[in-house]
């Protein structure tokens, strides 16, 4: 459990430099990350590198014990080289090409970009691989951020078409596949094929989805440029990229095989995340300066998923920030469980960003540890307390890694474009649906792993698979050697990997071990709200509904007020055939919890548990006290059973 900062040397004066380390040392910091925006300070004119600023930089850190990220500067491509290259300004949907002036400015598919990538990349890691402080290197910057991938470039273009012909090898089997018979839409050549942008109406489903999973396929392979250089040239270090939190634009599982990154970090800003999101606008009032109790949780466990299991943030809210609709102050105590919350779900580092508000630019408005003159601002305080809790506490310092979790959630990113690219009705979005049912299994005190569907799920006592439009024969052989409980949502195999419905219509392969055929699917506006209970549990279908047909011996376990079925089950699969009000998912879960020999516990709102290494983590979220379910006999760690609104206990099971 340690604490990080991320900094930025080249906007202060040197003469700071050794101060601010010696201030974050003493605050309990031990990485500080640097250097991801500062090329043009790194290379002012082409070919022409001005190392000494760094240099000292790195020796000012270093020389106070702190370790260093080295971030890649690649995400902030300097003014002589756009100058130089105008073509590595990417193209927007609408065919425009963003300007200079900001950041995230290049077309991921240029090879000029990637070029010139590599030689900066190389450039510094040559100078820096084995500097023994620096024990990490973050290459670019949230990749995809500000709606920068997808690139409509010629670039793009070039590179799709040779990506098509390997998957496709005849465009015969292309047209076939697309269904181009469809609207006359039938390509004569590879080189015929254009980009899915400026169509008068929907483009073909199946050409937007293979450019989807293109551009993913891009956002690795240019990031696997940077990788490759850095295992040459810094061979001890750990390699990693810091991603977004929500954020579905390229398959995290694929990118993280590819570049066999060590550490999956990731960005995390709950309060302006909470206000971004789909979340029910009583739900954001409620959180708006706590964050939701489930947005930095869910991607904490998506993280750890993702790769070989290690995880850290990278940035961590320190106060308000500058980019949502609106940027309250955090509730008192929250900078310093947010630190918490994310070590209970197995984070190596949390590091805030920023150390030091920025007075000029376009952050000035964005807190950090310290206000503009250096005085340590509330969230510093608080991370000053944090650093000397975890300090003083054995049991805290020397916390094992989390365990396996015995509920797994799939989360698959082709899902989430499948079901963008088709939604059917504008309320649909798989993702937070996805969060829906986390956070019912987190509201039943269960601790959960976000898995790929390829993931091997035979450890598991309860697999939740909020929806997955693709089921593949792989699945369907791991259910059916599986006596764990299995819960899929709506839309599940809705789809064939080419974008069709499937031949025996939905869920297509998941009939074998669930005989059910769905008919007709309908979303649902606002005022269309099929009621129905579960459980005693009363509530509605929401966005989404399904007339589904049972077959076999698949039994219906409650229906709609028309009768169509709503909850189906067959051995130990159940089959969900609508989006259910939040309380009806829950109630879901909670039965098939209980089949899987699960003990759950519905939580009082706003407070969450989580367990790592023994111990049990208890967050309150909420504004009132709350009463922690923590056996009589169990010790405290940290803090007691009364919980005060943005607090954290800690206890040992006795
Ligand atoms: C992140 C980004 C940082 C900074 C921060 C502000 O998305 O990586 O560079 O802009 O947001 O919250």
Redo the contacts with the bound molecule.
């Keep these: 459990m340690q604490l990080g900062v991320c900094y930025y040397p080249e906007q202060w004066p040197r003469t700071m430099w050794a101060d601010d380390a010696q201030r974050m040392v003493e605050l309990g910091i031990t990485h500080v990350r640097i250097a991801e925006?500062a090329w043009s300070r790194m290379e002012p004119r082409a070919g022409e590198f001005a190392w000494q600023w760094l240099d000292e930089a790195v020796e000012a850190l270093a020389n106070a014990g702190l370790k260093l990220v080295l971030g890649t500067p690649t995400a902030s491509p300097p003014k002589w080289l756009v100058d130089a290259y105008p073509d590595v300004l990417p193209v927007r949907h609408d065919g425009t090409r963003w300007n200079f002036g900001s950041r995230r400015h290049y077309d991921i598919s240029s090879n000029t970009y990637r070029r010139e990538c590599v030689r900066i990349v190389a450039a510094m890691a040559q100078r820096y691989g084995r500097h023994p402080s620096i024990v990490a290197w973050q290459t670019d910057?949230?990749l995809g951020?500000h709606d920068t991938v997808p690139s409509y470039s010629d670039a793009a273009l070039k590179r799709f078409h040779a990506w098509l012909r390997q998957r496709y090898e005849t465009v015969d089997a292309l047209n076939d596949a697309w269904g181009n018979v469809f609207w006359s839409m039938e390509y004569p050549s590879f080189d015929a094929i254009g980009l899915p942008n400026l169509t008068p109406t929907d483009a073909n489903p199946s050409h937007l989805l293979d450019f989807r999973r293109f551009m993913s396929d891009e956002v690795a392979s240019f990031h696997r440029e940077q990788i490759d250089v850095l295992r040459e040239h810094a061979p001890n270090a750990d390699l990693l990229h810091?991603f977004?939190g929500f954020f579905t634009t390229f398959d995290h599982y694929r990118f993280a095989a590819d570049n066999a990154i060590d550490v999956a970090a990731w960005?995390s800003?709950p309060i302006?995340r909470t206000e971004t999101i789909a979340l029910p606008d009583e739900q954001k009032a409620r959180f708006a300066r706590t964050g939701h109790p489930d947005v930095s949780a869910f991607d904490h466990d998506r993280y750890r998923g993702v790769g070989a299991g290690r995880f850290w943030v990278m940035?961590q809210q320190a106060g308000p920030?500058?980019?949502a609709s609106w940027n309250p102050v955090p509730a008192q105590g929250m900078v310093r469980l947010w630190a918490y919350e994310a070590f209970a779900h197995g984070a190596e580092l949390v590091s805030y960003?920023r150390w030091r508000q920025c007075p000029y630019a376009q952050?000035q408005m964005?807190s950090g540890l310290n206000l503009p003159n250096s005085e340590l601002s509330p969230g510093g305080l608080e991370v000053r307390q944090a650093a000397r809790e975890i300090a003083n506490s054995t049991a805290l310092s020397t916390l094992a890694a989390p365990a396996r979790s015995a509920v797994a959630l799939v989360f698959d990113y082709e899902t989430q474009w499948m079901f963008e690219i088709q939604r059917h009705g504008k309320s649909f979005d798989y993702q937070t649906l996805a969060f829906d049912y986390y956070a019912s299994l987190r509201e039943l005190g269960l601790d959960v792993d976000i898995v790929s569907s390829r993931a091997d799920l035979s450890a598991y006592r309860l697999v939740v698979v909020p929806s997955l439009a693709v089921i593949d024969d792989a699945l369907v052989a791991q259910i059916s050697r599986s006596t764990a409980q299995w819960v899929f949502g709506p839309r599940s195999g809705s789809k064939t990997s080419t974008f069709a419905i499937p031949g025996n219509l939905p869920p297509g392969a998941l009939q074998r071990v669930l005989p059910i055929q769905v008919l007709e699917v309908e979303t649902l506006r606002p005022t269309l709200t099929p009621a129905l209970a579960i459980d005693d549990m009363q509530g509605s279908a929401l966005h989404w509904r399904e007339h589904v047909r049972a077959n076999g011996e698949t039994r219906v376990a409650a229906r709609f007020d028309d009768a169509w079925p709503a909850l189906l089950m067959h051995g130990n699969v159940r089959y969900v055939a609508g989006w259910l009000s939040h309380e009806l998912h829950r109630t879901v879960l909670r039965q098939a919890a209980r089949d899987a020999r699960l003990d759950t516990q519905l939580l009082v709102d706003g407070l969450r548990i989580r367990r790592r290494g023994g111990l049990t983590f208890a967050f309150n979220f909420s504004a009132q006290p709350v009463q922690v379910p923590a056996p009589a006999k169990a010790t405290f760690v940290l803090g007691e059973p009364r919980l005060k609104s943005g607090d954290v206990c800690v206890w040992q099971d006795a």
């Design positions: 925006f910057n949230e951020c810091n977004m960005d800003y302006a940035e920030v500058n980019w960003f952050e964005h």
